[in-house]
């Protein structure tokens, strides 16, 4: 009887925490559509389901952000140069930048 209860009570932990987990979907949010040189943007993960992050933002030749990264859920940066840039989120379902990935991006411009 023991074992069938102990059975019983692990089945259900385990439906639940597994019906609990949310579907891994990359979001993107900005307080910002475009800056002027010299003023920040902070750029937030709305995503579902992620552990990690991984982002990057890609603009003109001469952009020194085009070298940068960050893996945090929120970052602020400022921009040097004027022109177009993109900034991309990779989502991982797991710690340490592992297990099922999803990403996306959005476009804004530095004047």
């Known amino acids: 009887m023991k074992r069938v209860l102990l059975l019983s009570t692990f089945l259900i932990f385990t439906s639940i925490f ?3 987990k949310k579907d891994l979907e990359a979001c993107i949010e900005s307080d910002k ?4 040189v010299g003023q920040s943007i902070t ?5 579902t389901g992620e552990l990690s992050y991984w982002w990057e933002i890609k603009g003109p030749a001469t952009a020194p952000e085009n070298d940068k990264a960050w ?4 970052f602020t940066n400022t921009f040097s140069v004027a022109g177009s840039y993109t900034v991309s989120l990779k989502i991982y379902s797991d710690f340490s ?3 099922e990935v999803k990403e996306t991006s959005t476009t804004f411009s530095v004047n």
């Open 18 to 20: 597994f019906s609990c």
């Open 33 to 36: 559509s475009s800056v002027s």
């Open 43 to 47: 750029f937030t993960s709305c995503s």
């Open 71 to 74: 893996s945090d859920r929120v």
């Open 97 to 99: 930048f592992q297990g």
